[in-house]
């Protein structure tokens, strides 16, 4: 089955900074790669997703770039705020599937 | 705004009873999911549902049972709750085949069992 791997697991950056999370997947079948954002006391909420049609993909201050070859996907946020502090989910499916194996999540805080 | 609500946000239960987790969407979903989040593993899928009265096993499903008999209610069942089965509980929906694939999650329910 899919195994997914998440690095790193906490990441500190001064507001402002970019932020790099990094995700390998073990599943070539595997074509549909979202991200998920939890706040304190919440849910995971989406945040932005990418398909393996496409190679990289930009929504305001966060992108996500995906290496189908290498399979690895990457989100990036850049201009860092102290809102952005929460723990981040990578994961990875099948677009016409129902099931997502998630990674184990990295714990962001963004010091003002 | 689609909305699913989980029926306790804090619960203690004791070793061996029976535990109910419920949750509920309304937005017409036709996918349902249960995982547990532990520190360090992430989010595991225990069971989902994709249509009234079906279901799936997920990654983790030993020790849990689901049901669902309405397509808004979702329901996770600890048998015989262990100390091992203290976590946090998420239940999610999304449409089904043809629709988004983004997944609504709940506000989580933290399970302790002493």
């Known amino acids: 089955g899919e195994n997914v791997e998440q690095h790193p697991s906490t990441l500190s950056v001064q507001e402002g900074d970019s932020a790099v999370i990094k995700c390998t997947y073990s599943?070539?079948?595997?074509?549909?790669f979202p991200w998920y954002k939890q706040e304190l006391g919440k849910g995971p909420q989406l945040i932005i997703d990418?398909?393996?049609?496409?190679g990289e993909k930009k929504d305001q201050r966060i992108a996500v770039t995906l290496n189908k070859t290498a399979k690895h996907f990457s989100l990036h946020i850049t201009e860092t705020q102290p809102e952005d502090s929460a723990v981040y989910f990578c994961?990875?499916?099948?677009?016409?599937?129902?099931?997502?194996?998630f990674g184990a999540g990295t714990i962001l805080r963004v010091k003002s | 705004d689609v909305k699913v609500t989980q029926s306790s946000r804090y619960l203690v239960k004791r070793t061996g009873e029976k535990v109910f987790l419920e949750c509920v969407q309304d937005?017409?979903?036709?996918?349902m999911f249960w995982y547990r989040q532990d520190p360090g593993l992430g989010l595991r899928l225990i069971y989902f549902?994709?249509?009234?009265?079906?279901?799936e096993k997920g990654d983790i499903p030993e020790g849990y049972s689901v049901s669902r008999e309405k397509k808004e209610r979702f329901s996770l069942i600890l048998e015989s709750a262990s100390t091992n089965q203290t976590s946090m509980y998420l239940c999610?929906?999304?449409f089904g085949q043809g629709g988004s694939y983004e997944q609504y999650f709940g506000p989580g329910t933290r399970l302790t069992v002493t």
């Open positions: 999610a929906s999304s």
């Open positions: 599943d070539s079948a595997s074509n549909y």
């Open positions: 990418i398909r393996s049609n496409v």
């Open positions: 994961a990875a499916g099948m677009e016409y599937g129902n099931k997502l194996v």
């Open positions: 937005m017409d979903h036709e996918n």
């Open positions: 549902s994709y249509d009234v009265k079906m279901k």
